[in-house]
């Protein structure tokens, strides 16, 4: 039994979107990485985007991740802004270099996109060519981005996934048991098999963690207006200033539950705005895991040790998703990325607060329960509504589900395999329109009432 790596679920990349950002961007790196090795000497480059990154594509910035990867940008080295020049740079010189060639390329007119959604294999598909003169296709490379920055063909064809079968929750806790070790415990035994030491291990997931907390910072001492046609405040840090000055401010609910509901909305704000985040599962809900472990850190006064334990317990939560079902919104929904990630925290709070094994299921179960059905409609094709808010009620929900765990002794009804295999037939059965295309729910209505 085989998990995906802990850091092929948390990444760090750019936002707004995982799958129509940070993986079309990685596709076209690796489309620069072939012509790069293959050399050939001249040929117009094109590019086509499909389905649901054709319909959400413009904003969600898919063809701008598409330019700067062409042109070798690194979404894990380099922020928002090198993207935005690197496409306004490409635009002006109308072609991209690589290697000792300049291949011409008008963002503009050679990014097609195709919206059909009803012929395709995987709703975020897009290829890369590059035509000669005479029309003639010299190389093609097509790819899939199936969420969570992870891409299918050109180099990255091969699954990670060994042949000994799909992962289940419930093998994962049986094992566990077994061997009396806990969920971080197998994790690192899994990244020790692929000859990823411990102290390795923790460095990377220290820099993701910094790459968590930074984002929350900057959510929470950011203003002005997120980018896009809604127009839409950055209110973290409005919020969080004015419960700090004034405790009544904090309403209805705890300080700690308020508190985990601003940090998700301030990474939300922070991803929305295209800027640094890690996948948890994905960029659209990358509030939700460091919202919880942020608040539980700080509210318990947790050693980062046990932070980033946390880290690798949500991750195998989310590989177990990946390799049974799905994390895009494109193919079952935000069921998959917002109430995934709710999952994730909520098991990673389970051993923040030392719970058992059979408590983390628990809670991952209750929480991806409560989001089966959850429709993606993303307003104006943006990140931005229902998606900001969405990853705090998810956040919240998380404290939720962990609390009810760690009320009981583990044991309950529905497996967290069963919720799984419940959101994979949720999402097959959903319409289209639901499902990151920006064509029904919210995203049909709301635009008509916003200024
Ligand atoms: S609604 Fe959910 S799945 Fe859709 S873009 Fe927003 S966060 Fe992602």
Not at 22 to 33: E, I, K, S, T, V
Not at 99 to 111: L, V
Not at 203 to 212: G, I, N
């Amino acid at each position: 039994m085989r998990l995906p790596s802990p850091f092929s679920i948390l990444k760090i990349g750019i936002g707004p979107s995982s799958s129509h950002t940070l993986g079309p961007c990685l596709a076209a790196l690796d489309f620069r990485r072939r012509l790069d090795e293959l050399k050939p000497p001249e040929g117009r480059l094109k590019v086509r985007l499909t389905g649901s990154l054709a319909l959400t594509g413009r904003g969600h910035l898919t063809d701008l991740a598409v330019t700067a990867g062409l042109a070798g940008f690194d979404p894990e080295e380099e922020g928002r802004e090198t993207v935005r020049s690197v496409h306004k740079e490409v635009t002006r010189l109308g072609r991209v270099t690589i290697g000792a060639h300049g291949y011409p390329f008008s963002p503009e007119k050679d990014i097609v996109f195709d919206t059909d959604v009803q012929s395709l294999a995987h709703p975020n598909t897009l290829a890369f060519s590059l035509v000669d003169a005479n029309g003639r296709v010299v190389l093609e490379e097509t790819y899939q981005s199936v969420g969570g920055g992870r891409i299918l063909g050109g180099s990255m064809a091969t699954p990670e996934q060994g042949g000994d079968g799909k992962p289940s929750m419930n093998a994962i806790v049986d094992l566990c048991l077994n061997e009396s070790m806990d969920l971080s415990a197998f994790a690192l035994r899994h990244l020790a098999a692929d000859g990823v030491s411990e102290a390795d291990a923790f460095e990377r997931l220290h820099a993701l963690w910094e790459v968590m907390s930074n984002a929350v910072d900057r959510g929470l001492n950011a203003e002005g207006l997120l980018p896009g046609p809604l127009m839409l405040e950055r209110r973290a840090g409005e919020m969080f200033e004015s419960c700090q000055k004034n405790i009544r401010h904090y309403g209805i609910l705890s300080r700690d539950v308020t508190d985990t509901a601003l940090y998700a909305i301030a990474v939300a704000e922070e991803n929305a705005a295209g800027g640094r985040v890690v996948t948890a599962p994905t960029c659209g809900s990358a509030g939700v895991v460091p919202a919880v472990l942020t608040m539980l850190k700080e509210r318990f006064r947790l050693p980062e040790r046990k932070v980033l334990e946390a880290l690798l317990v949500s991750s195998v939560v989310g590989g177990v998703v990946v390799e049974n079902a799905s994390i895009a919104g494109a193919e079952v929904g935000c069921q998959g990325e917002v109430g995934v990630a709710s999952a994730m925290a909520a098991a990673a709070a389970v051993h923040c607060l030392d719970g058992s094994v059979p408590q983390a299921e628990a809670a991952a179960e209750t929480a991806l329960e409560h989001h089966l059905g959850l429709t993606c409609d993303p307003v104006g094709g943006l990140v931005q509504i229902p998606c900001i808010e969405r990853n705090a009620v998810g956040a919240v929900t998380a404290l939720n589900a962990a609390n009810i765990a760690l009320m009981g002794s583990g044991k309950h009804h529905i497996s967290f395999d069963a919720a799984v295999a419940a959101m994979k037939q949720v999402g097959a059965d959903m319409s289209c329109k639901y499902k990151e295309t920006a064509t029904g729910g919210l995203a049909a209505l709301a635009p008509k009432r916003i200024p």
